[in-house]
């Protein structure tokens, strides 16, 4: 590094403006300011390149591989050689009740745990904001914290013992109440419950530090003026707590409905049987075992594309609406 | 020979220009302070000679070596920031041994060079600290330690004291021109402070809107500014300007202000009918009558004692009018003045239209 | 917070009932753990019948005895460590330059790099482009393959990039002055200064790491390189679904229950052991994580 180096990082145009005065120059000249550039920045595309070759490599040629879902894919003749077939693998996922029921189950279980899981966190937060004790309110968070750390393979396996029909502790208690064991996990009215249940207990309290921090970056001048003026804890809750933090709890809502595709189906692959099926399939589980177990590649990737793509106007739509909301972009 | 040449120095940032063509020289040893409002391109043009920022058109030279496309550790500047970029993972030590560690001096002379530094700005005690651990003064010690341990051919400061109270700003800039007297290294230093300009500088650069407006010594700003914008920004409080139009009659030329009639020094124009404004520094305004003076009936508004002088606001006409008075201990002499006299040798002309004076005094 | 005792009587009542409450909360997160804890400790008679609520019935550690003969147990407990440990460092070595440059204004094509980044988190071909592309490149059933296929991801990169954004540039300008190169600069500049960042995203690879279960079961078909998840996961799987197994289990000092306790407490261990150091981490990380573009 003999050269101008680094045209500084405050000039956050100098980059533009390079580029722009090169554009208006003849090619020659553009030539000679890129070998330049590279010459005295190559260190900084020495760093980019592992992480951009990583990004082709596991993202983008996937992409490239997704063309698949208009071919007939046969493993010999691999990804390119196989023949075009159009739309006919949507037709015939659209003509398909499985998958169809895998729709409306993705959406379903989204909307409910939307419903059911979205309060939830925002709930904790005030209250843990309500805490004085210190040691006591930090005890509680490192505790509800935990089980976001914990695997979903645990979580199913916990959930398998305590549902189990004979030792499980949840038929346990119900037989304190004279009920008969239920055997929970294969009756399609139970799985839903459970499984949102399950994802309230592991994310309810983790995704409640969000909130938490919205709650700490209200003006404490307002608190104090409110004490001044005789409000009680639970007005100061609903009239500056809460309006304060919902630009947050609106953001949130937004990214939550956003992911609206995106259901845990780690956990339902674990959870569900045959017999539940008819309310625990969802889109993803539906193209693994298309996919992965029953060997249909290209009838499973033409699934994951639909739900790609519906995930990606979803999100879009609810970053353009939160740019709205908030000014700031989510991403 | 000059240590440092600015020949028509331009900085663009895509469209907008934001320095338009500095010529600049600063001889060796000496101590130059850019001075001018925020956005006025002094930053830019220090960036530019610390090689922070491409100069999009022009030649820096140091030391007769054209610096243009000389990257930054190369030109042998050392730089001291506003926000100090004390690392704060690093103590004191480390954070001056910095620079000589990533240009593998042996370890040796860095822990003479350490020692000596610290010395010299009494650092000594707090080498094994963190910034976190300093007071301001301390950090900004630091910070010049970082600089000086290099020895550089310049030494380029950004604003360094303005994130500093008052008080320690004036013991700090006190330390900064004792360094300058004792090591003699070539200084360009950036600030909007005009104090800090007047106190530090061998000479001062004025800068307002990407340009140099003048260029002068401390006094020489103070007592002929070149144009009503220097005149403005030099002075605490700044020159009262007034606008008027030129009058020439028996006893030479003059301004009337207010219904009052001014006199102008000998050294203006005859040039009757012409829009000026005339320009009248608070200190040289006198509450006794003396030769060649005119009187000027004001509004006394309010009176601000500031210890043996004070600030008298006051209005002639409509127009603001600040005058610095001595106290002699008490303020009640002033309080019912109603009438002050203007010295016409103190009295500066200038263009209405262009701002530019048109009674330059002798060089000081 | 204020005193207490400058609290009006409704006030006081409501922050007990809020205790009370979130008390209740906490307990309701704990017990689960804590039931699991005790039927592994139990008998295995006893978790059959479903006597285990609080605390071990019947205590025996014969359940342990079993987890803990089986060599595959030991075997996927030390595959997931070397998924989470080079997985963890993969990720570091990859992102930490890679988001370094990305936040560099004088890098050329700054925001196409940065879009192509962000993009994969609103667009993904989904999972059978992804694992076709995974057995094309010859990487199923490596150890490698399951390191590198999921070094990076663009949340923790934009989280990184944002927060080496805000840091002021005169630190970089300084260093640069003192002669420092880009991986001076960054190396010993940034990579300090980002403490609280890169533990956070250090945290993230860690858990995902050490829960990751989906790709692991997807992409190894090789028994002695499955992690403990899927390892777990097969385990329950067989425990229940062999019936000769249950049948045989009568007179056993264990059962499919107390067994599946038993692995679930030492695949807990370590996360617990790694939580309290992770703690201190979660505020500034989540808020590190208000990403924008």
């Not at chain 1, 189990?164 to 009215?189: D, R």
């Not at chain 2, 700005?121 to 301390?138: H, K, M, V």
């Not at chain 3, 999972?127 to 076709?132: A, D, G």
Request: with cysteine; aromatic share 10%.
């Amino acid at each position: 590094m003999t050269d101008l180096p680094a045209s500084s990082a405050g000039s956050a145009n100098s980059a533009g403006e390079q580029a722009d005065g090169a554009s208006a120059r003849p090619m020659q000249e553009r030539l000679v300011w890129l070998a330049d550039h590279f010459k005295r920045e190559w260190q900084i595309y020495v760093m980019l390149a592992p992480m951009i070759i990583w990004f082709l490599l596991f993202l983008y040629k996937p992409m490239y591989g997704l063309q698949i879902a208009f071919k007939d894919y046969s493993i010999f003749r691999g990804i390119v050689e196989s023949p075009w077939v159009g739309l006919e693998h949507f037709e015939t996922l659209f003509n398909n009740s499985q998958f169809l029921r895998a729709v409306k189950n993705t959406v379903i279980i989204s909307a409910l745990s939307l419903i059911f899981g979205f309060p939830v966190p925002i709930f904790l937060a005030l209250m843990f904001n309500e805490i004085l004790h210190a040691l006591y309110r930090r005890t509680c968070q490192t505790i509800v914290y935990l089980p976001h750390f914990i695997s979903t393979v645990i979580i199913a396996g916990i959930v398998i013992t305590a549902f189990s029909p004979s030792a499980g502790i949840v038929n346990t208690i119900i037989g304190w109440i004279g009920i008969e064991p239920v055997y929970f996990l294969i009756k399609p009215e139970w799985f839903r419950p459970i499984f949102i249940g399950s994802g309230i207990w592991q994310e309810a309290g983790f995704s409640s530090i969000i909130f938490l921090a919205a709650i700490a970056g209200v003006n404490p001048s307002l608190y104090e003026s409110a004490v001044v003026d005789g409000a009680s804890r639970w007005q100061m809750m609903w009239k500056i707590t809460i309006p304060s933090i919902m630009p947050t709890i609106i953001i949130m809502l937004i990214i939550r409905i956003g992911n609206l595709m995106e259901v845990g189906f780690e956990l339902i692959i674990l959870l569900y049987q045959p017999a539940t099926y008819q309310t625990a399939d969802v889109i993803n589980t539906f193209i693994y075992r298309q996919g992965l177990q029953s060997g249909q590649y290209d009838l499973a990737a033409a699934a994951g594309l639909f739900n790609a793509v519906v995930a990606f106007v979803l999100v879009m739509a609810a970053n353009s609406v939160s740019k709205r909301v908030s000014r700031t972009s989510l991403w | 020979m000059s240590a440092v040449v600015l020949k028509d120095m331009y900085k663009r940032f895509g469209a907008v220009q934001v320095v338009h063509g500095i010529n600049l020289e600063v001889a060796a040893h000496e101590f130059v302070v850019l001075v001018g409002p925020s956005g006025c391109g002094k930053s830019t043009t220090l960036r530019m000679i610390a090689g922070l920022e491409e100069i999009s058109e022009g030649i820096l030279t140091i030391d007769g070596q054209t610096m243009n496309r000389i990257a930054p550790k190369d030109r042998d500047c050392a730089m001291v920031f506003q926000n100090y970029a004390l690392y704060p993972h690093l103590n004191v030590a480390e954070n001056i041994a910095f620079g000589l560690r990533i240009r593998r001096v042996k370890k040796d002379v860095i822990a003479r060079s350490i020692t000596e530094v610290a010395a010299i700005l009494g650092l000594t005690e707090y080498l094994e600290r963190r910034p976190a651990d300093l007071s301001g003064g301390q950090r900004q010690r630091v910070a010049m330690g970082r600089a000086i341990v290099r020895h550089p051919k310049v030494f380029l400061f950004d604003e360094p004291l303005s994130n500093l109270d008052a008080k320690l700003r004036a013991q700090m800039r006190a330390e900064i021109r004792r360094l300058h007297n004792r090591l003699g290294v070539t200084s360009i230093y950036v600030t909007h402070d005009q104090i800090e300009a007047m106190t530090l500088a061998d000479r001062i650069v004025v800068m307002n809107d990407g340009r140099i407006e003048q260029i002068g010594t401390p006094m020489d700003l103070f007592m002929n500014p070149v144009s009503t914008f220097v005149a403005g920004f030099i002075g605490s409080p700044p020159m009262n300007q007034f606008r008027g139009t030129l009058a020439n009659d028996a006893e030479g030329a003059s301004v009337t202000i207010g219904g009052g009639r001014i006199s102008l020094p000998d050294t203006v124009p005859r040039d009757p009918g012409r829009d000026v404004i005339i320009g009248i520094r608070p200190e040289y305004v006198s509450l006794a009558a003396g030769e060649d003076t005119s009187p000027v009936s004001i509004k006394l508004d309010l009176v601000e004692p500031l210890g043996s002088e004070a600030l008298l606001h006051a209005a002639i006409g409509e127009d603001p009018f600040i005058i610095k008075a001595e106290t002699l201990g008490g303020v009640c002499h002033l309080s019912g003045l109603t009438e002050v006299h203007v010295p016409a040798e103190m009295v500066k002309v200038f263009d209405a239209e262009t701002g530019r004076v048109l009674n330059q005094g002798p060089k000081r | 917070m204020q005193n207490m005792n400058l609290y009006s009587r409704g006030d006081r009542l409501f922050v007990r009932v809020n205790m009370v409450l979130i008390g209740l909360f906490t307990l309701s997160t704990l017990y689960p753990f804590i039931y699991i804890a005790a039927v592994s400790f139990s008998s295995g008679f006893a978790a059959r019948a479903g006597l285990v609520v609080l605390s071990p019935v019947e205590v025996t550690l014969a359940a342990y005895g079993r987890v803990l003969s089986e060599p595959q147990f030991w075997n996927s407990y030390g595959n997931t460590f070397i998924y989470t440990i080079g997985g963890t460092l993969t990720s570091l070595v990859i992102i930490i330059p890679g988001a370094y440059a990305l936040s560099r204004p004088q890098l050329l094509g700054r925001r196409f790099w940065n879009l192509m980044v962000a993009f994969t988190m609103w667009f993904h071909a989904g999972m059978i482009p992804f694992w076709l592309n995974i057995r094309d490149l010859g990487l199923l059933d490596s150890y490698f393959g399951i390191i590198i296929a999921f070094a990076c991801n663009a949340f923790n990169i934009i989280l990184l990039r944002n927060f080496f954004e805000s840091i002021p540039s005169s630190f970089e300008e300084a260093a640069r002055m003192d002669g420092a190169n880009e991986f001076q600069v960054l190396w010993k500049v940034f990579v300090p200064l980002s403490k609280p960042a890169i533990a956070t995203i250090t945290l993230f690879c860690v858990v995902s790491r050490w829960n990751g279960f989906f790709w692991a079961m997807v992409l190894l078909n090789d028994e002695g390189k499955i992690p403990l998840q899927v390892y777990l996961r097969q385990t329950i799987a067989t425990l229940s679904d062999d019936e000769e197994f249950s049948s045989t289990l009568i007179d056993a000092p264990y059962s499919v229950e107390t067994v599946t306790a038993a692995i679930i407490v030492c695949s807990i261990i370590p996360v617990l052991c790694f939580y309290p150091f992770a703690q201190k981490y979660f505020n500034k990380g989540i808020l590190l994580g208000g990403v924008k573009e």
